[in-house]
């Protein structure tokens, strides 16, 4: 039996429109595998940096009850200190001078810079930790708050 010439015809229209059909799939298959790859990386600097500045509240929860309220307190003043080096102990903490990070201090083998911003009131410090990173040419940040009060 023989095909008429719009048979063919329609044939190949359905093959084009098929070809068409999957390659629209595939790229859009291709363009989330590539956001999603994208994301997961995000999420793991995003991570680090929150684990940063944690670690930084950590250090002055330690020392909170390592120094006591008032050796804590006194030890401390209303301004940002460049926290890239935990202070390992007390005497450590308490020689702490206040300063912001310049622009290469980071925390060592990685590209995170880490500020604690303190607010001292009578009867609380506050301490803000912040940690950034650049992203391409985007500076970005995690921040945690902690607020510590004399307990009676």
Excluded: H
Aim: proline fraction near 1%.
């Amino acid at each position: 039996m023989k095909k008429s010439k719009q048979q063919s015809g329609q044939s190949l229209i359905e093959v084009i429109l098929v070809t068409v059909v999957v390659a629209t799939v595939l790229t859009a298959i291709a363009a989330s595998v590539s956001m999603s790859a994208k994301n997961t990386s995000e999420n793991k600097k995003r991570s680090m940096a929150a684990s940063f500045a944690q670690e930084t509240l950590e250090v002055f929860q330690r020392e909170r009850y390592a120094l006591g309220w008032s050796s804590f307190q006194s030890s401390l003043v209303d301004d940002t200190y460049c926290f890239n080096t935990l202070p390992a102990d007390s005497a450590s903490f308490v020689a702490s001078s206040p300063g912001e990070c310049g622009d290469e201090e980071v925390i060592v083998g990685t590209t995170y810079g880490r500020e604690a911003i303190l607010t001292i009131l009578a009867d609380e410090v506050k301490v803000e930790s912040i940690v950034t990173w650049m992203d391409g040419n985007l500076e970005k940040q995690v921040e945690a708050e902690q607020t510590f009060k004399e307990i009676n």
